[in-house]
C-alpha cells in the first residue's frame, strides 16, 4: 500500500488518549442567544435558571450535575443536513459538537434508548460529517445504536422525539430511512464487510467516492470483522475503518456491580496501544523528520516507524498490518482538531488501500452520570435530565430474564457440572447474576455467538451441562454451529433464547421471529416454550435433565403474568413432549405455544361473555409434539386454532404435518394457523405491533367466530376493541 507513513501531523493529545477520563469535561452556557465561555461541570454547578425576556436559558439546578432546561443551540438550529456545516472554523465546530451532544441528551430523556454510545461519539460525528461528502460519500456505523447524532445533522433533528416508537424513528441506521443511511443495522460486526461491498462496486463503476466504516471494540469481536479486514487487505480498495475504542469488549448492560471489565485478548492489546506514549512518540519523531528534512530521510524515517510500530505491540497494531491494513493511532476521538486533521489526510492521499484509525472515546462523554456508570446508560428508559434519574415503570413481576437466571442458578446450586455462556450480553441475559454466584461457571466470549455454541459443544464433550443464553435474533448468527457442531453431534447442550417473538422499540432487527422455525426443523432437538414464569422454571429444569441430545426454549422481553413460582425457585423436569389443557370446553380449541397461550386464555374470556366457552390447550413442546393431546383436540372440536408468536414454518406447521400424516384433516375438522405475518414488523409498543400482527385477544377470539361463520359476533369484537 503507498499510504506515506509521515504524512500525518502530530494527532494526539496524549494524556486524554491514553486515558479519555482523566481529561477534564467542559460543556457550554448561554447568555442571551450568545456563546460566552465554556466552563467545567463543578463551576457550572454553582449557576442557576436565569430568566430573560427571551425565554429560559440553560443553567443547573442546585445539587444537580447537568442542565434541567433544554439549553439553546443557536448553531445547530443552522444545521439541517452536513453541507451547512462546511464553512464551519474548528471553533464552531467544538461549539456544534456542545450543543449536538446537548440535543441528544435531552431527546433521549423523552424517549429513552441508547444513550452513552451516542455521547461518545460526538466530535467523531461532527468531524466525519464535515471532512466527508455524504451522501455520496458512505458512513456506516456498525451496530448503529450510536447513531443518534449522525441521525440529527442529516435531517431528522425535528423527528427526534419519535425515536423508536411506532411509525417513528428506528434506533438503528436503516436505509428506507434516509439516503444518509447507506447500510442498515441493529447486529454488531457487519460494517467492515458491507463497506469493502461499497468500495469494490465503487472501484467497478470507475466511481471516486470514499467509504467509512465505523466499528466498536466490543463488535472487534466478532469472527466476522476479521473476515472482512482480511478481505479487504487482500482486495487493497481503499476504505477507512475506523475502530472506536470505548473500553467496552463486552456490551455494558450489566445492572448489578456496574459494567464487568472487557473480556478477550484484544482489550489487552488495545490498551497496550492506548498506553505506549513514548514509542508513539517515537514514531511522531520520525514523522517530523520527514516532513522536516524531506525525501533523503525518507527511508531512515520508515524503519523508525515500522520499528516502532513492530515494538508497540507484537499484537496489536501489527495484527491489523498483518491483515493488510495500515494502522494509525491511537487518537483522542473527542479531539476535533485532531481528527479532522487525520481525516482530511486519508481523504486527500491518493491510493492507499484500507487504512485503520484507532480512535479512542468515552462512553457518556459530557454527561456526568453517564461517565460514571456507563453500564446503567447504554440503555436507558425515560429520565430526568438534571439528576439522571431513570423513569422505570414499577412491576409486581420481574422480567423473564431474570426468572430464567434465578432458575439456572437454583439448577447450579444443585449440579456442579451446569455452566452458562453468553456472547456479550451479561445483563440482557440475566447472567450477571449467576455470574455473582459461580464467577468460575460463567463465560462471556465476546460478541462471538459462533464461538459461544461450539465452545458449549466442547464443554458438552467433557461431560458438562452447558446453558447457552442468546437473544433468538442473535442466534440466527450461529445457526450452522447449532446444527453441523450441536445437533448432528447430538451433544447436549442447552439453548436458552430470550427475546423470543415481539420486542417493541428495538424493532425488526431484534424481533425473535424464527427460532421455532429454525430449531425445530432440526432432527434431534427438543424445542420447547413456556406459557407463563413458573412453567420457565420447570423448562430450565427439564433442560438440565436432558443428557442424551440438545434442547432450547424461547421466551419473550417482558415481566411474567403473576402465578406461583416453585418452591425456592427449583422447577420441576417435565415429561418430554407432553402438553396440557388448561380449559376444557367445546366445538373450538385453542392450541397455544408460548406465552401465546395467554393471549388464548384471555380470547376464551371474550368469546365466553358470547356464551360459547373454548377448549384452551398449553402444547409446552414443538419437537416431539403431543401427538395424542392434538389428536383428541382434532376430533372433539369443530375446529382447531394453534397460536404463535412466531413466523410461518414454526409450530403450527409441525401441527399440520402431524394432521395431514394422521388423516384428521381428511374429516370435518378445520384448522386454524395464527402467526407472525410474512413481513417484518417495525418498532413501536409491544401493543401495537401485537395488534399488527393479528395475535391480540380480539383478533383470537374474532377468528374464532369467523371460522365459526358467526361474522357479526366477530365484527363486534374487534369493533369493540378499536
Known amino acids: 500500500m503507498a499510504l506515506c507513513a509521515f504524512s500525518f501531523p502530530a494527532i494526539i493529545n496524549r494524556a486524554a488518549a491514553s486515558d479519555p477520563q482523566k481529561s477534564t469535561h467542559f460543556t457550554f452556557h448561554m447568555l442571551g442567544g450568545t456563546h460566552l465561555l465554556f466552563q467545567p461541570l463543578h463551576k457550572l454547578n454553582q449557576l442557576q435558571v436565569r430568566k430573560r425576556p427571551g425565554g429560559i436559558y440553560a443553567s443547573l439546578s442546585e445539587g ?47 424517549t429513552g434508548g441508547h444513550l452513552g454510545s451516542s455521547l461518545g461519539v460526538v466530535e467523531l460525528t461532527v468531524a466525519l460529517h464535515y471532512v466527508f461528502n455524504t451522501p455520496k460519500d458512505k458512513i456506516l456505523w456498525d451496530v448503529g445504536h450510536q447513531s443518534y447524532p449522525h441521525k440529527i445533522l442529516t435531517g431528522r433533528r425535528d423527528k427526534m422525539h419519535t425515536m423508536r416508537q411506532t411509525n417513528g424513528l428506528a434506533g438503528f441506521t436503516k436505509r428506507s430511512e434516509s439516503e444518509y443511511d447507506c447500510f ?5 460486526s457487519t460494517t467492515i464487510s458491507a463497506g469493502l461491498g461499497m468500495a469494490v462496486g465503487r472501484d467497478l463503476k470507475g466511481e471516486r467516492n470514499h467509504v467509512v466504516a465505523v466499528i ?79 525525501g533523503p530521510m525518507h527511508e531512515l524515517a520508515a524503519k523508525v516507524d515500522e520499528y516502532a510500530r513492530g515494538m508497540i505491540s507484537g499484537s496489536g497494531s501489527t495484527l491489523f498490518e498483518e491483515l493488510g491494513l495500515y494502522y494509525i493511532g491511537p487518537v483522542d476521538g473527542h479531539n476535533i482538531d485532531d481528527l479532522i486533521s487525520i481525516l482530511k489526510e486519508v481523504k486527500s492521499t491518493e491510493t492507499t488501500g484500507p487504512v485503520l484509525i484507532h480512535v479512542v472515546t468515552e462512553k457518556g462523554r459530557g454527561y456526568p452520570y453517564a461517565e460514571r456508570a456507563a453500564d446503567k446508560y447504554h440503555g436507558v428508559a425515560k429520565f430526568d435530565p438534571a439528576t439522571g434519574k431513570q423513569f422505570k415503570g414499577g412491576s409486581a413481576t ?145 433442560a ?15 415481566n411474567g403474568v ?85 413466523s410461518i414454518g414454526g409450530f403450527g406447521s409441525h401441527v399440520a404435518q402431524f394432521l395431514a400424516l394422521d388423516g384428521l384433516l381428511d374429516g370435518t375438522v378445520k384448522w386454524r394457523p395464527l402467526v407472525l405475518p410474512d413481513r417484518y414488523i417495525d418498532h ?39
Open 184 to 188: 442498515g443495522t441493529g447486529h454488531s
Open 684 to 722: 413501536g409498543s409491544p401493543a401495537d405491533q401485537l395488534a399488527q400482527a393479528g395475535l391480540t385477544p380480539s383478533h383470537i377470539a374474532a377468528t374464532v367466530f369467523n371460522v365459526l361463520g358467526q361474522k357479526r359476533e366477530a365484527l363486534e369484537i374487534i369493533s369493540s376493541r378499536n
Open 562 to 646: 403473576g402465578v406461583q413460582l416453585p418452591p425456592g425457585n427449583k422447577g420441576v423436569p417435565l415429561e418430554i413432549g407432553k402438553g396440557r389443557v388448561l380449559i376444557e370446553g367445546e366445538r373450538v380449541a385453542l392450541l397455544g405455544y408460548g406465552t401465546a397461550v395467554q393471549s388464548c386464555l384471555a380470547a376464551a374470556s371474550l368469546v365466553e361473555s358470547h356464551g360459547l366457552r373454548l377448549t384452551v390447550a398449553d402444547a409446552r413442546f414443538c419437537k416431539p409434539l403431543d401427538h395424542t393431546l392434538i389428536r383428541k383436540l382434532a376430533k372433539s372440536h369443530e375446529v382447531l386454532i394453534t397460536v404463535e408468536e412466531g
Open 64 to 110: 444537580a450535575e447537568y442542565h434541567s432546561q433544554r439549553p439553546p443551540t443557536p448553531l445547530l438550529d443552522t444545521i439541517n443536513y452536513p453541507i451547512h456545516m462546511k464553512n464551519l472554523s474548528v471553533k464552531e465546530l467544538k461549539q456544534l459538537a456542545d450543543e449536538l451532544r446537548s440535543d441528544v441528551i435531552f431527546n433521549v430523556s423523552k
Open 216 to 294: 466498536g471494540d466490543g463488535a472487534m469481536t466478532a469472527g466476522q470483522a476479521y473476515e472482512a479486514m482480511n478481505n479487504a487487505g487482500y482486495l487493497d480498495s481503499d476504505m477507512i475503518v475506523i475502530l472506536n475504542d470505548n473500553k467496552q469488549v463486552s456490551l455494558p448492560t450489566a445492572n448489578l456491580d456496574g459494567p464487568i471489565p472487557p473480556v478477550g485478548a484484544l482489550s489487552s492489546a488495545l490498551s497496550r496501544l492506548q498506553s505506549n506514549k513514548p514509542l508513539r512518540e517515537l514514531r511522531e519523531v520520525a514523522k517530523g523528520v520527514t516532513k522536516q528534512i524531506g
Open 544 to 558: 438440565a435433565a436432558i443428557d442424551d441430545r440438545p434442547s432450547c426454549f424461547r421466551y419473550p422481553r417482558g
Open 398 to 542: 420481574q422480567s423473564y430474564t431474570t426468572y430464567f437466571a434465578e432458575a439456572l442458578i437454583a439448577e447450579a446450586e444443585a449440579n456442579k457440572n451446569i455452566v452458562a455462556i453468553h456472547a456479550a450480553m451479561g445483563g440482557g441475559t440475566g447472567l450477571n447474576l449467576f455470574l455473582r454466584r459461580f464467577p468460575q461457571r460463567c463465560f462471556d466470549v465476546g460478541i462471538a455467538e459462533q464461538h459461544a455454541v461450539t465452545f458449549a459443544a466442547g464443554l458438552a464433550c467433557e461431560g458438562l451441562k452447558p446453558f447457552c443464553a442468546i437473544y433468538s435474533s442473535f442466534m440466527q448468527r450461529a445457526y450452522d454451529q447449532v446444527v453441523h457442531d450441536v445437533d448432528l453431534q447430538k451433544l447436549p447442550v442447552r439453548f436458552a433464547m430470550d427475546r423470543a417473538g415481539l420486542v417493541g422499540a428495538d424493532g425488526p432487527t431484534h424481533c425473535g421471529a424464527f427460532d421455532v422455525t429454525f430449531m425445530a426443523c432440526l432432527p434431534n432437538m427438543v424445542v420447547m416454550a413456556p406459557s407463563d414464569e413458573a412453567e420457565l422454571f420447570h423448562m430450565v429444569a427439564t
